[in-house]
């Protein structure tokens, strides 16, 4: 399900003006009508959708903040920090791959690491 909310994206992201859409399953989460309608970040965060799939909701979102928090002690940089999470990297990566997820290997994200 797409929802078009740019309050509560700033309320998920603790009002970060970068973030663009947001993959929260079932949901994505854009800031606008014209973010939605970009095929490449709808690609990017079904990506995000089909490693929440396989790692299951709770160990993906652990993995995802152990990843961030020690990019962060590590980079001392949000940017940094968030560009070298191993499914940001897959889904930056390929987000412009638009039969990317047709052909993707199960759990490709650990490829990523």
Not at 12 to 40: C, E, G, Q, Y
Not at 87 to 93: G, H, L, M, Q
């Amino acid at each position: 399900m797409i929802i078009c909310n740019r309050l509560l994206l700033d309320i998920l992201t603790f009002r970060n003006r970068k973030v663009n859409a947001m993959a929260l399953w079932p949901f994505i989460i854009f800031k606008d009508k014209d973010t939605s309608a970009d095929p490449f970040i709808l690609n990017h965060e079904k990506i995000h959708h089909r490693q929440q799939l396989e790692l299951l909701l709770i160990p993906y979102y652990l993995w995802y903040f152990i990843e961030y928090w020690t990019g962060m002690l590590y980079y001392r940089n949000h940017d940094k920090a968030y560009r070298n999470i191993s499914f940001e990297k897959e889904a930056y990566a390929n987000q412009n791959n638009l039969d990317y997820l047709k052909k993707r290997p199960f759990l490709n994200s650990v490829k990523w690491l």
